[in-house]
């Protein structure tokens, strides 16, 4: 059975460009979430896609936008960089969404530095 | 909205020790689940343990135990017999029936002494 992998490991960019970070779910998973965790800090939920719509978003702006494939995998985009979004990027995914009892298995994170 | 408060940045303990992290949860909503995970320096989320507010005992993994404490609102992580490898951050985590927003802790930063 094949975990949560993300791409690339690491990336820098630079104030206003654009980045797409890559998630592969674990096998039989529909559900992905991602999460920005800054330094020092726990993760916080960026928002969640089930089954290829998005089914929850926490508090990011518009231009933190997301898509999921048939195959479940996902992708996070960011428009317009700012330094303030130099952060471990997870992803996470889980075997349906919502309910109390969801387990969420992490992918090992893309560190994204703006410069 | 939900809250969730770690005391503890940095805890030290013995090896074949054992240690409890602290967590305390602030919600309005009956139903939630309590998570814990491991994050070593690797960068990955480990998920350890989970307590739903309704279970009756407590949950309990091999060496993880949480201590639920629903009056109270606390949930401690109880790691027994502490390993070198168990040196990593831990974080507490909840999430409400109807909000698929798990919010997490800041987190604690566990070290094992040989």
């Known amino acids: 059975e094949t975990g949560v992998t993300q791409s690339p490991t690491h990336l820098i960019k630079t104030r206003g460009q654009q980045v797409t970070l890559r998630c592969s779910s674990q096998?039989?998973?529909?559900?992905v979430s991602w999460y920005q965790q800054a330094l020092g800090q726990g993760p916080q939920f960026i928002f969640q896609?089930?089954?290829?719509?998005?089914?929850g978003r926490g508090n990011f702006p518009p231009r933190f936008s997301g898509l999921q494939f048939p195959n479940y995998s996902s992708e996070l985009n960011v428009n317009a960089l700012e330094l303030d979004d130099s952060a471990l990027y997870l992803c996470?995914?889980?075997?349906?969404?919502?309910?109390?009892?969801?387990?969420?298995?992490f992918g090992p994170g893309t560190r994204l530095l703006v410069l | 909205a939900q809250k969730i408060t770690q005391t503890q940045p940095g805890m030290f303990v013995q090896e074949k020790e054992a240690v409890t992290l602290d967590c305390t949860y602030d919600?309005?909503?009956?139903?939630?689940?309590l998570f814990w995970y491991k994050q070593p320096s690797s960068g990955e989320m480990i998920f350890l343990i989970y307590?739903?507010?309704?279970?009756?005992q407590n949950a309990t993994e091999g060496r993880y135990s949480l201590n639920f404490q629903k009056a109270r609102k606390s949930a401690n992580l109880v790691i027994s017999a502490s390993q070198l490898g168990d040196s990593a951050m831990y974080f507490c985590?909840?999430?409400?029936?109807?909000?698929?927003?798990?919010?997490f802790g800041a987190g604690t930063r566990l070290t094992v002494k040989p």
């Open positions: 996470a995914s889980s075997l349906v969404a919502g309910g109390l009892g969801e387990t969420q298995y």
């Open positions: 096998s039989g998973h529909n559900t």
């Open positions: 896609y089930y089954r290829e719509e998005e089914n």
């Open positions: 919600t309005s909503d009956p139903s939630y689940g």
């Open positions: 307590q739903g507010s309704y279970d009756q």
């Open positions: 985590a909840m999430r409400e029936y109807n909000n698929n927003d798990m919010r």
